[in-house]
């Protein structure tokens, strides 16, 4: 029977419909005539100024997996990636494995654009400190790539000319050495704080000190209502500002310096003693040529050892819309092998958020290395109330303190606020 006018649009609609949803889920994935398949991975690590081994490990998955090919697209970090990933997955055209961070895996994960990979082998690997932040909802989301830490660097050729050799665990030994580098005619430290994050990061790190050696449970504390920032975080506010009224630094200064792209570049051409970064930036400065030392921020009493401050940084999510699931599953699970994942590793400097994981060893981060293995760190609460809006206030907050627009007792009353806020 000859379909009518009708019945044949309806038809064409029904087979154009089938079409864009089978185009959905990553377009560029999909199988040859050999049964080979193409895996779409997009992430902003990989490429540009951050190669961070991601082309080997891409290459070496190959090798092993002869019918997948990676697709691999490097895209700007954020603002950039967000802006491109999040229509992606709104219109299911998001790689089928794309990168992560906690906030993320939080806001994407509940918007269901993320496979849940707890059944996978890896996943009962994760250390308990560390899942957490590939988890929302009891679920496993993500497979963290990195606990990677954010400190004091030293140049030890410039600190050797004020005559010091070892770079200082505890604050009055810090202030001593500064005030030592300083007499001989050399740049203390560089603590660039244009976009805000140098000044909360270092706030941050002294916390993992000052605040969680006495009270490894702050977080938990907080979060339910038995400890608040005034007065726990008075002194690591504090310290702040006792570098500027010691002489040793000038936020004004600081303020105008952005910290991602003059000031590493300051310190590689070594224009101060000390800088405080994260260990991302270790493979960078290591190409200036002088001996660097990467270690915890020394914000402790007299005579103890300072916590490290590490970050849940980069993790692999597989698209829940992809339609080479089991594919990018093996991408993953690839990933969270020891011998592949210490390529990454390596080259961050970062230390495993495996149990039993493999973390690499470097002379210039044996300080921060020491602390890991010893226990003696603590990881940014950015899966609760140090998510990426309380981070941007905190910075804000703390940058009208250093400019004397604000009180102490006001900025920790602020920060709580923002770290209160839903």
């Not at 093996?330 to 969270?336: A, H, L, M």
Request: glycine fraction near 10%; charge should be negative.
């Amino acid at each position: 029977m000859k379909p009518s006018g009708r019945s044949l649009a309806a038809a064409i609609t029904v087979a154009a419909m089938a079409m864009s949803l089978a185009a959905c889920g990553g377009e560029s994935s999909g199988a040859s005539s050999d049964g080979t398949v193409t895996i779409h991975v997009e992430a902003w690590k990989g490429g540009g100024a951050e190669p961070a081994n991601v082309a080997e490990i891409n290459k070496a998955f190959e090798k092993a997996h002869p019918k997948i090919k990676v697709d691999f697209e490097y895209i700007t970090a954020d603002p950039t990636y967000t802006q491109k990933l999040q229509p992606e997955l709104l219109g299911g055209k998001a790689g089928d494995v794309i990168m992560v961070d906690a906030d993320k895996t939080k806001k994407w994960g509940a918007s269901g654009y993320l496979a849940d990979l707890s059944g996978e082998a890896w996943a009962s690997r994760i250390a308990p400190d560390a899942k957490p932040f590939a988890q929302a909802d009891g679920k496993t989301l993500a497979m963290p790539m990195e606990l990677i830490g954010i400190g004091l660097y030293a140049n030890m050729d410039v600190l050797k000319k004020a005559g010091v050799t070892e770079v200082p665990a505890d604050w009055p030994t810090f202030l001593k050495v500064l005030a030592k580098v300083k007499k001989a005619g050399i740049n203390p430290i560089a603590l660039p704080d244009k976009s805000g994050w140098t000044g909360e990061s270092v706030f941050q790190a002294s916390g993992s000190t000052l605040v969680y050696q006495k009270n490894k449970q702050w977080d938990a504390d907080f979060l339910g209502g038995k400890a608040s920032f005034d007065p726990d975080w008075k002194a690591p506010l504090e310290q702040l500002k006792t570098l500027e009224d010691e002489g040793y630094v000038n936020w004004k200064n600081e303020l105008g310096v952005d910290e991602w792209a003059q000031g590493p570049q300051d310190f590689s051409a070594g224009k101060s003693a000390f800088w405080y970064q994260g260990a991302w930036q270790v493979s960078n400065v290591a190409e200036a040529g002088f001996p660097v030392s990467f270690a915890p921020w020394p914000g402790g009493a007299a005579g103890t050892k300072p916590n490290g401050m590490l970050f849940s940084g980069t993790m692999w999510a597989v698209n829940s819309q992809s339609r080479q699931a089991e594919a990018a599953r093996e991408y993953v699970k690839f990933w969270s092998q020891n011998e592949n994942l210490a390529k990454f590793l390596q080259a961050e400097h970062a230390e495993s958020p495996f149990t039993g994981g493999t973390t690499p060893e470097s002379n210039e981060t044996t300080a921060f290395t020491t602390a890991f293995k010893e226990g003696r760190y603590r990881i940014l609460p950015s899966n609760t109330w140090y998510g990426g809006a309380a981070e941007t206030a905190t910075g804000s907050k703390i940058q009208a303190y250093l400019l004397g627009k604000a009180s102490a007792a006001q900025t920790l009353k602020d920060i709580q606020t923002a770290a209160s806020a839903k």
